[in-house]
């Protein structure tokens, strides 16, 4: 079983920035893709970002230039910078990472709120 603890999320501005981070308890050998989604109320989750084993990215395009993904740490950590954020990036974040032998695993969720 793997945890994942996220941390990060909060209340800003239109336009300000937060960097949301999620450590797992395994070694980042072993994880094939660490990506975040969002839930905001009334809508489907979706995936916001998702960085690859090999460092490979994927943005959706609602965050694309605004976002950023990458892994620090011993490679079991994910972080997400955010920029010149909106409204409409108002939602529960979650980290999510699929493993090459132990299966796939969700964070708790973390709120991130932009609001004036």
């Known amino acids: 079983q793997v945890q994942l603890v996220e941390s990060g999320g909060g209340l800003v501005q239109p336009g300000g920035s937060l960097i949301l981070s999620c450590v797992a308890s395994t070694s980042g050998r072993s994880i094939k893709a660490m990506a975040w989604y969002r839930q905001a109320p009334g809508k489907q989750r979706e995936q916001v970002a998702l960085?690859?084993?090999?460092?490979?990215?994927n943005y959706a395009s609602s965050v694309k230039d605004r976002f950023t993904i990458f892994r620090s740490g011993a490679g079991n950590t994910v972080n997400l910078q955010m920029m010149s954020l909106k409204p409409e990036d108002t939602a529960v974040y979650y980290c999510?990472?699929?493993?090459?032998?132990?299966?796939?695993?969700w964070g708790q969720g973390t709120q991130v709120t932009v609001s004036s």
């Open positions: 999510h990472v699929d493993t090459y032998s132990q299966g796939a695993y």
């Open positions: 960085v690859s084993s090999v460092g490979t990215t």
